[in-house]
């Protein structure tokens, strides 16, 4: 198979998801790799690489480049890039306008690997010129120092089946990243959203791991919650079966205890949470189409008061 052209790749973002996808696409493959960063806190030293650990022990180290201001010295050679994929937290969208600006052009894809089903919405009017995609990200990771990411799962992201969806897949040929382009992308993306709304809330309200879904009274009000969202995902095109709600708790129930997810981490280190991206959105979708959510409207507002900064 011929590789690729190579093509400049901006990673905004180099947070867990951010940090494998630009430390994967920098030492595997041809591209031109820049990570977009925020300056390093007072005292803190720069990132020059990336290390890529995995649980069976073998780990990628990678020295993409990177810039932490989009007009500091030496950043106009960022030029305008071929692709942006967009890996900051939902609520920190409009903070990356300046690197949008400095770095899109018409041609340019945005994939926007961020919680929720309105990345579009969300990131188009802060790249007009580009083309914006959304990304449902299937990648278990977690950043435990500046420049080290322990990935503990295959690095597997569903794209939309278009031109867009898979111009940003065949980016990844010869990594062991997997951009897979879906002809059902709602579906995907609904999905993702249910165990973000459900499992995602419930850990991030008990700061607890993924074990607490194991008891009794705590499954029994997951499964309303998750019955809300997903009569939600059906009304917006979701191909959910009768029973997915009470099948993602059984898929869940059925994973190692001890993972906690990133909005737990959050609530339990006194971050922003994404409330919105996961659970309000459910709300005010629910309101579109006339669906009642009361539990998670009730969720939504203890997230919300749960949230730094809110």
């Given at each position: 198979?011929?590789?690729?052209?190579?093509?400049?790749?901006?990673?905004?973002?180099?947070?867990?998801?951010?940090?494998?996808?630009?430390?994967?696409?920098?030492?595997?493959?041809?591209?031109?790799?820049?990570?977009?960063?925020?300056?390093?806190?007072?005292?803190?030293?720069?990132?020059?690489?990336?290390?890529?650990?995995?649980?069976?022990?073998?780990?990628?180290?990678?020295?993409?480049?990177?810039?932490?201001?989009?007009?500091?010295?030496?950043?106009?050679?960022?030029?305008?890039?071929?692709?942006?994929?967009?890996?900051?937290?939902?609520?920190?969208?409009?903070?990356?306008?300046?690197?949008?600006?400095?770095?899109?052009?018409?041609?340019?894809?945005?994939?926007?690997?961020?919680?929720?089903?309105?990345?579009?919405?969300?990131?188009?009017?802060?790249?007009?010129?580009?083309?914006?995609?959304?990304?449902?990200?299937?990648?278990?990771?977690?950043?435990?120092?500046?420049?080290?990411?322990?990935?503990?799962?295959?690095?597997?992201?569903?794209?939309?089946?278009?031109?867009?969806?898979?111009?940003?897949?065949?980016?990844?040929?010869?990594?062991?990243?997997?951009?897979?382009?879906?002809?059902?992308?709602?579906?995907?993306?609904?999905?993702?959203?249910?165990?973000?709304?459900?499992?995602?809330?419930?850990g991030a309200l008990t700061i607890r791991d993924i074990s607490v879904m194991g008891r009794d009274d705590i499954r029994a009000a997951a499964l309303v919650l998750a019955e809300e969202v997903a009569a939600v995902a059906r009304a917006e095109g979701a191909r959910f079966t009768p029973d997915a709600a009470a099948a993602m708790l059984e898929k869940i129930a059925g994973r190692a205890a001890g993972?906690?997810?990133?909005?737990?981490?959050?609530?339990?280190?006194?971050?922003?949470?994404?409330?919105?991206?996961?659970?309000?959105?459910?709300?005010?979708?629910?309101?579109?189409?006339?669906?009642?959510?009361?539990?998670?409207?009730?969720?939504?507002?203890?997230?919300?008061?749960?949230?730094?900064?809110?």
């Amino acid at each position: 198979m011929t590789a690729p052209p190579s093509q400049h790749v901006a990673v905004i973002g180099a947070g867990a998801i951010g940090g494998v996808v630009a430390a994967l696409l920098a030492a595997e493959t041809r591209h031109e790799v820049t990570v977009c960063l925020r300056p390093p806190s007072a005292g803190g030293k720069p990132i020059n690489r990336l290390v890529v650990r995995r649980v069976d022990g073998s780990e990628v180290v990678a020295n993409p480049r990177f810039v932490s201001h989009p007009d500091e010295p030496g950043s106009i050679g960022l030029g305008r890039a071929d692709v942006v994929l967009l890996a900051t937290k939902a609520y920190q969208s409009e903070a990356a306008r300046p690197w949008l600006d400095r770095l899109c052009r018409p041609g340019t894809v945005v994939a926007v690997c961020q919680n929720g089903i309105d990345q579009v919405e969300r990131v188009q009017p802060l790249a007009p010129e580009a083309t914006v995609i959304p990304v449902v990200v299937q990648l278990a990771a977690d950043r435990v120092a500046p420049d080290q990411i322990h990935q503990a799962s295959p690095a597997n992201f569903v794209v939309p089946d278009d031109d867009a969806g898979r111009a940003v897949a065949a980016l990844a040929e010869g990594s062991s990243l997997r951009f897979k382009p879906s002809d059902d992308f709602t579906t995907a993306a609904w999905n993702k959203l249910l165990i973000n709304a459900v499992v995602g809330a419930v850990g991030a309200l008990t700061i607890r791991d993924i074990s607490v879904m194991g008891r009794d009274d705590i499954r029994a009000a997951a499964l309303v919650l998750a019955e809300e969202v997903a009569a939600v995902a059906r009304a917006e095109g979701a191909r959910f079966t009768p029973d997915a709600a009470a099948a993602m708790l059984e898929k869940i129930a059925g994973r190692a205890a001890g993972h906690l997810s990133s909005i737990a981490a959050d609530r339990r280190d006194g971050r922003p949470l994404e409330w919105d991206a996961r659970n309000a959105v459910v709300s005010r979708l629910g309101r579109r189409h006339g669906i009642p959510t009361p539990t998670n409207d009730l969720v939504t507002a203890l997230l919300r008061a749960c949230s730094a900064g809110d």
